[in-house]
């Protein structure tokens, strides 16, 4: 199976190509040779998914119809959106995550910042992913991991708020636990099995 994973982001794109089986191979947005970016308008994660999805797969069928080879054998996209749920916060920032302060070390600043001298730091990163077939059948699946916020930043590993999330079960944060085993437990890989299981690979 070939999927295209809507995504420009590198890191999330190395990531998926690590934890999807051998049997669906993941394309990039280049590798189809989509090149513009697409307005994330949504105020639900659920909402983002979809127009990222919609917008890649209208753009695959519209290349299939006008008879572009280089498509032939994709048989859809797959976009996520992913955001981080703190309690204390009331979810946030959620929708925001990515952009909550501007870039990733501000963002985990404003996190640390908001809760200063709390001890209620329970959160949660939430995936949702929505895949389109270019046959028009649709699907979306998510995925969870519960944890809380740290009081400071540890690790250097990952990308985003990875050094001040430590998933439950575990007393590092994402930052400093290896690949393989964040891989294995991260939100983005349980909506990854839930996707697969759908798929039936």
Known sequence: ???VFASNNAHKLEEVRRIMPSGIEVLSLSDIGFEADIEETG?????????KAETVAAFIHDRLMNG???LNGVDGVFADDTGLEIDALGGKPGVYT??????????RKKALSELAGRTDRGAQFRT???????NGERLAVSGIVRGRIAEEEYG?????YDPVFIPEGYDKTFGELPAE???SISHRSRALAELVKALNC
């Open 43 to 51: 105020t639900t994660l659920e909402e983002n998914s979809l127009i």
């Open 98 to 107: 990515a952009r909550w302060a501007g870039e990733p070390a501000a963002n």
């Open 68 to 70: 572009d080879a280089a």
């Open 128 to 134: 949702v992913i929505t895949l389109i077939k270019v």
């Open 181 to 183: 085993i964040k891989n």
């Open 1 to 3: 199976m070939k999927l």
């Open 156 to 160: 250097h590993g990952g990308f985003g």
